[in-house]
């Protein structure tokens, strides 16, 4: 082997990558609260995020646009797969290599926005950082002229096995249709887990593992995700399989599958034929936009709290975007043991939590996903001024 370790790693920080990949490999737990050395850092917070659901916002219109259930669940797989290329790879595309994304500070906000263009209505995103231990993220994204709304939340399982980080990702989203008669059709979206491959070099890279489920108006989904050196011998390689439930009838195709790479297109080989999902064409960015009466951001608003942060990252001037950090995490911990000493607690400006998600248990026991049951975070739907003037 002609590699050596960190031979992707800047000179300067490599004794501190090797300190750190000791340090990963000595935890038996969770690993979610580390701090990983500065030139692995990513600019942007986890509570950025939830926007990587919605950066090809006319397939999430699409989806408002089907006529048949068939049409709408192979819609919604659709914009599915075509989000994970943003979700899993775009970073390592643009920056070389994966980086760790900023752990959020509690009560952290991301408003975005999908301005309406061709006729696809205009799509926005609330997201929040309800939890930080563990570190949990809600999220809702609604596109109202198309009848659709995403709600979910994502938390992060970390652990160390085999020279790999290993991500359970953690939570569910509902996709809510809302149809021209009224009524409404439900999809329980799962995650997928991840495997962070390529430490030794000090190059990460993300590739999916085991499945995730989309579950709904009638059909049971299902996508495997298998890396290289199993059945195509690809990396980021899927294989969907949408199955209709009793009652379906002679409506639906007995059985639809799709296979490809989810990074770059697939196809139909069951139930159908042709291209499929195809995301060569860049994505779109969001808009960010301030919460505050007049549109500007707040202090707890993602970029502004995160700053010179995320400026020293990108400068490569590591030494002030650790001071700044530090000065951050200071602050948060001083404001929760001001709220003990007070008697005081945090409370969400977004979100609800619910101990049982009634879809998620009515639409898991389709799939036979475990667990049967699983909390969530409802919407207050008390959306900003700045996404919403009506409100």
């Known amino acids: 082997m002609t590699e050596q370790a960190g031979e992707a790693v800047p000179v300067a920080q490599r004794s501190s990558w090797t300190s750190f990949l000791k340090s990963i490999a000595s935890v038996s737990g969770d690993l979610s609260s580390m701090t990983a050395p500065p030139f692995i850092l990513s600019p942007i917070s986890l509570t950025e995020y939830p926007a990587y659901w919605c950066e090809r916002p006319e397939l999430f219109a699409e ?16 914009w599915f797969i075509s989000t994970l290329k943003g979700q899993y790879t775009s970073r390592n595309e643009t920056s070389g290599s994966e980086k760790k994304p ?7 906000l991301f408003y975005g926005t999908w301005p309406d263009k061709d006729g696809r209505g205009k799509t926005d995103l609330i997201a929040e950082q309800v939890s930080h231990h563990p570190p949990i993220t809600a999220y809702v994204i609604e596109n109202q002229s198309k009848g659709l709304k995403l709600v979910g939340h994502n938390a992060q399982k970390t652990s160390f096995s085999g020279g790999s980080i290993i991500v359970k990702q953690i939570g569910h989203a509902v996709l809510t249709v809302k149809l021209p008669s009224g009524s409404e059709e439900k999809f329980l979206l799962t995650l997928p887990r991840l495997r962070i491959d390529g430490l030794w070099y000090g190059a990460p890279y993300i590739e999916l593992t085991e499945h995730s489920n989309i579950v709904g108006d009638g059909f049971v989904g299902v996508v495997e995700y298998k890396g290289k ?22 409506a639906a195709t007995k059985e639809i599958v799709v296979e490809g790479l989810w990074h770059q297109n ?10 499929f999902h195809d995301v060569s064409a860049p994505k779109e960015e969001v808009t960010a936009v301030g919460g505050e009466a007049r549109g500007e951001m707040g202090p707890m608003e993602t970029r502004k709290l995160w700053e010179l942060v995320s400026k020293g990252i990108r400068e ?59 909390d969530a975070y409802v919407f207050r739907g008390n959306w900003p001024k700045s996404l919403r003037p009506s409100n």
Do not use: C
């Open 266 to 275: 697939s196809k139909i080989v069951t139930g159908g034929h042709g291209p």
């Open 229 to 250: 050196g199993y059945f195509s011998g690809k990396s980021h390689t899927f294989k969907a399989t949408l199955t209709p439930q009793p009652g379906m009838g002679g």
């Open 102 to 108: 900023l752990n959020p500070a509690l009560g952290e």
């Open 63 to 78: 989806i408002g646009d089907a006529k048949t259930s068939e049409e709408r669940v192979l819609a919604v797989l659709k």
């Open 316 to 374: 490569g001037d590591f030494d002030t975007a650790s001071k700044e950090k530090t000065r951050i995490e200071n602050e948060m911990r001083q404001r929760r043991k001001d709220e003990v000493a007070s008697g005081t607690s945090w409370e969400s400006k977004h979100f609800n939590q619910i101990s049982s998600d009634p879809v998620y248990e009515d639409l898991a026991k389709l799939a036979k996903i475990t667990p049967p049951t699983e």
